[in-house]
């Protein structure tokens, strides 16, 4: 369940921002580019970046897809995933540029752009 209140919000953003600067990339790292990565492959790479256990939840909405998220962990799929991608960090220009001279389909690792 997504937290309610203005403290608890604050803290979901923050944590969101969080894990959309340092999950994508160690997921690429780890595993190759892709647009879905595996429960395990998930929770690997959030201990080993040591980041908060209470945001699996919002990495498993940004990575599994739809159907699976939702079968084991409920009906808050679409909200986190927007607050992941909402959260991903803005590129310079010229990063923007070169990830679209490569013919790549996203700039970040699980098809967001």
């Known amino acids: 369940m997504v937290p309610a209140g203005f403290f608890a919000k604050f803290k979901?953003?923050?944590?969101?921002?969080?894990?959309?600067?340092?999950?994508?990339?160690?997921l690429m790292q780890d595993y190759g580019g892709g647009e879905i990565y595996t429960d395990a492959q998930i929770t690997a790479c959030v201990r080993r970046a040591k980041l908060p256990k209470a945001g699996l939840r919002l990495a498993r909405a940004a990575y599994l897809p739809e159907p699976e998220f939702t079968?084991?962990?409920?009906?808050?799929?679409?909200?986190?995933?927007?607050?992941?991608?909402?959260?991903?960090?803005s590129l310079p220009a010229q990063e923007i540029g070169n990830a679209a001279d490569s013919n790549n389909a996203s700039i970040y690792p699980g098809g967001f752009s």
């Open 71 to 89: 079968q084991k962990y409920g009906a808050d799929y679409a909200l986190l995933h927007q607050l992941f991608e909402d959260s991903l960090p």
């Open 12 to 26: 979901m953003r923050r944590m969101a921002r969080r894990y959309a600067t340092q999950l994508p990339r160690l």
